[in-house]
């Protein structure tokens, strides 16, 4: 265990669909390197998570619904992927302002697979460079982003992946760019 984001609270933001390992792998990491984390969602209890899109791989706990979460109270967001959790998000106005007031804070956000969609459904993906799962680049492109194949991209506080397969470049990026964040006085 590390100590690098001790101090640090990362907000994660998913709904039922999301690929379990792109929210687990990167929890691990957050939570190895001593950040605290809180799972915001569009509704209390436990969102169902994925494996592959199609099957079945449990539920995790939500600990705040998204409609009651201020952006202030976090150092930094993640929005994992998976297919069906971001075509969610991008359509509950609470998921898409949270996300908007988050990215002009100027705090990091990762994100990787499906998880760019919202940030295009937010409107802040002008002029940004990002990679993500190639089936949702052109809705990137026409957000006005830069998109490109690459294992991790980062742009200033944007922090991008393609895949599952990109999580240990992923989650090392993030816990550097997460700590190395300015941190609020």
């Not at 101090?7 to 690929?19: M, N, P, Q």
């Not at 984390?37 to 706990?61: K, V, Y």
């Not at 979460?69 to 998000?89: K, S």
């Not at 993500?132 to 982003?145: H, M, V």
Request: with cysteine; glycine share 8%.
């Amino acid at each position: 265990m590390t100590n690098e984001l001790n101090g640090r609270k990362i907000a994660i933001l998913a709904t039922d669909g999301v690929e379990r390992v792109e929210l687990e792998e990167p929890l691990g990491a957050l939570l190895g390197a001593g950040a605290q984390t809180e799972l915001l969602s569009l509704h209390t209890g436990e969102i169902n998570a994925r494996q592959m899109d199609i099957d079945p791989a449990g539920t995790l706990a939500v600990d705040k619904k998204v409609a009651d979460a201020h952006v202030g109270d976090y150092d930094a967001l993640l929005l994992p992927g998976g297919t069906m959790n971001p075509d969610q998000l991008r359509t509950n106005p609470d998921a898409v302002a949270f996300v908007r007031d988050f990215v002009e804070t100027g705090k990091p956000v990762a994100t990787i697979c499906h998880g760019p969609w919202i940030l295009a459904e937010a409107g802040v993906l002008h002029g940004r460079r990002l990679t993500s799962w190639p089936s949702i680049r052109t809705d990137l492109r026409n957000a006005g982003a830069e998109v490109v194949d690459e294992e991790v991209v980062i742009d200033g506080q944007l922090i991008s992946s393609r895949s599952p397969q990109d999580l240990p470049a992923f989650c090392k990026a993030i816990v550097e760019r997460f700590a190395a964040a300015v941190q609020p006085a």
